[in-house]
């Protein structure tokens, strides 16, 4: 370890105090609402400890929020309520008058705020009104958006309209918040698993010096005193054991500063979050978040898959190429693969590994011109960067929030008899081959081309065997996070886990990833993909091998774990093509494996093919315009140009093109910062955690307090338990081994196509587990299911003539109902089979008699018929019955009527009668006189 990164770690935050995430207090609310204000209600989730917001519904243009310091138990949120009920009910009207005269009505209950968005009117509030668990990581639950609501806050008499308010409003909503948007109350999703293991720097610091921290809550390097009106957060004797430090179970609760690029409603929050306490604000991601359990002979270990879709230069595929000037590039996706052994849940005790990896798009500036109606549009590079700005800085980026190395996996065509993906090729070495000359070397930009494409097209080449040796090669490189020390056992084998020794808190050892893996292609969606998931599953196989599960660190495919891998980053590459292709994955991980019938792989190919075609033609102008305006690219105002009239988005995202003296231009050569070298290979931003514009919240209390004891947050033993429902419960159903299984139950095992579950059976068991938006799992995971893998799934204890078995049974596996519930499924007495037989042969004599079928007897059914009265019906319809109904006979006064109203309609009205005449000159002349 260089001399940097041991003094790094010597003035860390390990010390002596342990550091928790701060649990969100704030997880249900209430939405009132008077004609003057909207009220929140944020309560936790034992319901003990309340907040109230006040929204002033007055304004016309403005935001006025206010937040109530105080912290309220039940009693005293009651009694506050029905004040302001009291106070803002109307005077007693006339009786004419039907108004409503109820001062506080509930709008709306919901789970957290969106955040508010203003247009051309007042501001909109957006709320979370559903939510499902789709993960659990440690203790810490990840919830999926399900629904939400958008509520305008000024009232009616205020109101002034506007006619382009509803069409802003409509594209607004065009980004579905109920599809793949993910949120934690205690877990940061926008960072990785070993940035939120590490403590920040300076809280020993802290520790030392209590007496300047006033109260327990501060925020750092800014002293913030606790409420006095907080009548519910401590006790007298916790308060002052935290004021005096005297505690040995005194911890650090800290809430960290959120990554923006992966904030994709920090637009919403910008006039909000700093107003508020932060127990109010909710940050949400955008992409893919599934879980599955392995299990390895009863140990059961949770597999996470988290991709986070940034929301700089983010929108569809032909409209979003390349880069921009700051270095952001499109489709960039940051894929963390997480393993945690379901032994321990605690994050500090508990055994946990990560790896994560990279994609976007290749960092110049280039596009291809949608105008042509062509399957591939020619690709151009817009504009020359010779001293490579932008790719310099979008590394730089990299460098900061992963160490090094940087390896970049480069997956476009190399040799074209049309130049086409080779341009991007050619671009992408000669800007990294400018960029290595002025890096150091020990921490140079590695690149590594791999043609994807052509080698695919070989019927003796192996692509996935490839990709496996080059995603060996990148794990010996940057290794992967594990927070705890190396197993000896591990140590003696011929297999060592690359990465860099460091230390956690309470100078715990850990093996640390540095640098990251950076995949592309042109849309970095199919091959991306598939690139992606062999290098998940060779760093699986590695988290296995540290976590003492597997002797070595080569899995097989088409073993159990394998293919939950592969569904998991099947799901994920079908969502995020789904979100930037218009379509799902065009070419799966089945099809550059070849393990997929090739009609059958074509034919879908073709129909996704047409889909994404058709999407990127039609639709992605619209999409991108919905992006632009739900991220605040751009920003509606009175006299401004409309969204919808700009001829084109791309000065939105290139606002530096208006004014080239504010492209503030780096140094040529210094493209990287030097400070980095402090922290280089380990990621700068985690090194450095908690300092200069990073200073997250940070409070100071008991280890028992509720808000850093995930042990109350998960386990809930305040709420009644329903043991079906259990989230581990949940995922231990889907480890079940199928019956085919004989020899091995072990998931490491390779299977027959009858000795596994298939992809489709994956995706079934675990639709209502794994995260997945409508539309995002494959269209075809139903037509693979043969009848025969559905007929071994269901028969799981059938032992054919009496042979010894090894399948799995129920009865082996889960306790009889008689032992479970006191009630047990018996055969029914032969006086209710009696009874039964007889309703049923009623119900033959109703309807077979007279519909002419002719039913199969049996002796039980016509013995049953001898004692059965037949019905007599009583209807207009005579011989109606299920199967055929006779019209009744229509009497002639009706035909006459019938047949008027038809000559009327042909031939028109007829002439009045004598009568009719008569009555209508009466009629006029009494007219007449009356004036």
Not at 263 to 292: A, K, P, T
Request: hydrophobic share 35%; proline share 4%; net charge neutral.
């Amino acid at each position: 370890m260089s001399e940097s990164r041991s003094n790094v770690s010597e003035n860390k935050a390990g010390g002596s105090m342990k550091h928790f995430p701060i649990i969100s207090s704030i997880q249900k609310m209430v939405l009132y609402e008077t004609k003057a204000r909207y009220f929140i209600v944020g309560s936790n989730n034992t319901e003990t400890k309340f907040r109230v917001l006040k929204i002033d519904r007055t304004e016309r243009r403005h935001l006025h929020i206010v937040e109530d310091k105080g912290v309220y138990d039940k009693n005293e949120i009651r009694d506050l309520l029905a004040m302001i009920e009291v106070g803002n009910q109307t005077k007693l009207l006339p009786k004419t008058t039907t108004s409503n005269t109820s001062g506080l009505s509930i709008a709306c209950c919901a789970f957290g705020i969106v955040g508010f968005v203003r247009f051309l009117e007042g501001y909109y509030i957006i709320l979370i009104t559903k939510r499902r668990r789709v993960a659990v990581i440690g203790r810490h639950t990840v919830y999926k958006v399900e629904d939400t609501s958008m509520l305008y806050i000024p009232n009616d008499t205020v109101r002034q309209t506007d006619p382009d308010e509803s069409r802003y409003v409509k594209i607004f909503q065009t980004v579905d918040l109920s599809s793949n948007f993910y949120f934690s109350y205690s877990y940061d999703l926008t960072h990785s698993l070993q940035y939120n293991c590490t403590p920040p720097r300076a809280v020993t610091s802290r520790q030392e010096e209590p007496a300047k921290l006033g109260a327990s809550l501060f925020v750092w390097g800014e002293v913030e005193e606790a409420s006095s009106t907080d009548k519910t957060q401590h006790t007298p004797e916790q308060k002052f054991t935290e004021d005096k430090g005297e505690s040995s179970n005194t911890v650090f609760g800290v809430k960290n500063i959120p990554t923006q690029k992966y904030v994709w409603n920090s637009y919403l929050l910008h006039n909000y979050e700093d107003q508020v306490h932060s127990d109010w604000v909710l940050h949400i991601i955008h992409g893919f978040v599934g879980q599955f359990m392995i299990n390895v002979f009863g140990r059961h270990l949770y597999l996470t898959l988290i991709a986070r879709r940034s929301n700089r230069f983010a929108g569809t595929r032909f409209l979003k190429r390349g880069t921009n000037c700051s270095g952001d590039v499109a489709n960039d996706v940051e894929t963390e693969q997480i393993l945690h052994d379901l032994s321990v849940h605690s994050l500090k005790n508990g055994h946990f590994t990560s790896y994560v990896q990279f994609r976007g798009s290749v960092p110049a500036f280039w596009s291809q011109d949608m105008t042509k109606m062509v399957p591939k549009p020619p690709i151009t590079l817009d504009l020359v960067d010779p001293y490579s700005n932008a790719a310099g800085k979008h590394f730089n980026n990299l460098l900061r929030r992963f160490g090094s190395p940087i390896i970049v996996l480069n997956l476009v065509k190399k040799k074209e008899k049309k130049r086409h993906e080779s341009i991007l090729q050619q671009e992408l070495v000669s800007t990294i081959t400018y960029l290595n000359q002025f890096l150091p070397s020990a921490h140079a930009l590695h690149y590594i081309g791999f043609d994807m494409a052509r080698l695919s097209k070989s019927k003796h080449v192996d692509v996935v065997s490839r990709l496996g040796e080059i995603a060996e090669y990148c794990m010996q490189k940057t290794g992967f996070f594990h927070n705890r020390q190396p197993l000896y056992c591990n140590e003696l084998s011929p297999y060592r886990s690359a990465g860099v020794n460091s230390c956690l808190e309470l100078n715990e050892a850990c093996l640390k990833q540095t640098g990251m893996v950076r995949t592309n292609c042109v849309d970095c969606l199919d091959r991306t993909n598939t690139a992606q998931f062999v290098l998940g599953k060779c760093a699986l196989g590695h988290q296995l091998f540290a976590m003492g599960v597997i002797a070595s660190p080569k899995l097989l495919f088409d073993t159990d774990a394998v293919r939950m891998l592969e569904w998991l980053y099947e799901e994920k590459g079908n969502t995020l093509a789904l979100q930037y292709g218009g379509s799902q994955l065009v070419r799966r991980i089945q099809t550059y494996r070849k393990a997929s019938p090739w009609i059958k792989s074509q034919s879908r190919d073709i129909v996704q093919t047409l889909s994404r075609y058709y999407s990127n033609t039609f639709s992605d102008a619209d999409k991108q315009n919905a992006i632009n305006l739900f991220l605040g690219v751009y920003r509606p105002a009175e006299g401004g140009v409309s969204l919808w009239d700009y001829s084109a988005e791309w000065y939105l995202h290139h606002p530096e093109a208006f004014d080239y003296s504010d492209c503030n231009r780096r140094s040529y050569s210094q493209w990287w910062d030097v400070s980095f070298l402090k922290s280089l290979p380990l990621p700068y931003e985690e090194e450095f955690k908690a300092t200069g514009d990073r200073q997250p919240m940070v409070i100071k209390c008991q280890e028992e307090d509720r808000r850093v004891n995930s042990y109350f947050e998960y386990y809930q033993p305040f709420q009644l338990t329903i043991y079906d429902e259990l989230w581990s419960l949940t995922l231990a159903r889907e480890s079940i081994p199928s019956s085919a299984v004989k020899d091995s139950y072990s998931p490491f095992v390779r299977r027959g196509l009858k000795e596994s579950s298939s992809s489709s059976k994956i995706a079934a068991a675990s639709s209502s587990t794994a995260a997945s938006s409508e539309g995002s799992t494959s269209s075809d995971d139903e037509d693979e299911t043969t009848s025969d893998e559905d007929q071994d799934w269901l028969n799981l204890t059938v032992n054919k003539d009496g042979e010894d078995s090894h399948y799995f049974s129920f009865k082996e596996q889960f306790v009889s109902m008689k032992a479970r519930y006191g009630v047990e499924v018996i055969e029914p007495p032969k006086v209710d089979i009696a009874l039964y037989k007889r309703y049923v042969a009623i119900g033959e004599n109703a309807s077979a008699a007279s519909s002419g079928i002719r039913v199969q007897s049996t002796p039980d059914l016509r013995s049953a018929q001898r004692k059965v009265t037949k019905l007599i019906r009583k209807s207009v319809f005579s011989l109606d019955s299920l199967y055929h109904v006779t019209p009744p006979t229509v009497n002639r006064v009706s035909k006459d009527i019938y047949k008027t109203y038809v000559t009327r309609s042909v031939n028109g009205a007829p002439p009045p009668s004598h009568s009719m005449l008569v009555s209508y000159e009466k009629y006029v002349w009494g007219a007449a006189g009356r004036h």
